[in-house]
């Protein structure tokens, strides 16, 4: 059954990236009079981009543990840490790439990252 619910994420992290930058992204950033964040209307434009694709970041990580749920429960605790490092590490490496350093979550989710990492390393 966690396997099913795996491959269901995946199906709708793929589908939720490709169809809603083609249908919803794109045409929503090529809007007029879009809020301005952190000084530019292209900022803005990079943290809507960047905040849908996350989600099917989020997702993906979500699949991963389903699935090693699946193989090996009881050593759940150190899979889940390492999943949520390389997903917060990719978010913030995300953010602070995208925006060049301009929006801030990036201050959060490395050291979310780094710490999960290393306790994650102790267990």
Do not use: N
Request: glycine share 6%; charged share 10%.
């Amino acid at each position: 059954m966690l396997l099913i619910a795996a491959a269901l994420l995946l199906a709708v992290s793929a589908m939720h990236s490709i169809v809603g930058e083609i249908r919803l992204i794109r045409p929503l950033l090529r809007l007029d009079g879009l809020p301005v964040i952190l000084g530019s209307p292209d900022m803005t434009r990079t943290t809507i981009r960047v905040a849908w694709h996350l989600t099917s970041l989020i997702w993906l990580g979500m699949a991963a543990l389903l699935v090693r749920l699946q193989q090996t429960p009881m050593d759940f605790a150190a899979c889940f840490l390492w999943v949520m490092a390389a997903l917060f590490a990719a978010s913030g490496a995300a953010a602070l790439v995208a925006s060049r350093g301009r929006h801030l979550s990036w201050v959060f989710f490395l050291p979310i990252a780094a710490l999960c990492a290393r306790f994650a390393s102790g267990l």
